[in-house]
Nanobody, 115 residues
Framework: VQLVESGGGLVQPGGSLRLSCTAS????????MSWYRQTPGKQREWVAG????????NYADSVKGRFTISRDNAESTVYLQMNSLKPEDTAVYYC?????????WGQGTQVTVSS
């Protein structure tokens, strides 16, 4: 299993970023995917999730209405569109899948929201 995130960077408050996570090594369309984030000294925090083929989505209250998770099963890619970004959204963002009883993680991508 390999998960490769991209799209992070530095953005001003109120700005937008779109993160991507390209997956391989498992039947992507059969598995739900999630995004988590982590800041130094804190536990990894769940941000959003999307189910397999039906694409049902769920969001943490802190990002609801600002972030949108989506997936392209043909490209084995899950996205996180982040709008109206706030300084408190600054974190390393990880995509993840629960596969064969183990949670698998990508290497993460840094998002920094600062003026």
């Amino acid at each position: 299993v390999q998960l490769v995130e991209s799209g992070g960077g530095l953005v001003q408050p109120g700005g937008s970023l779109r993160l991507s996570c390209t997956a391989s090594g498992f039947p992507f369309s059969s598995y739900g995917m999630s995004w988590y984030r982590q800041t130094p000294g804190k536990q990894r925090e769940w941000v959003a999730g999307i189910s397999d083929s039906h694409g049902t989505t769920n969001y943490a209250d802190s990002v609801k209405g600002r972030f949108t998770i989506s997936r392209d099963n043909a490209e084995s890619t899950v996205y996180l569109q982040m709008n109206s970004l706030k300084p408190e959204d600054t974190a390393v963002y990880y995509c993840t899948v629960l596969y064969t009883g183990r949670r698998r993680w990508g290497q993460g991508t840094q998002v920094t929201v600062s003026s």
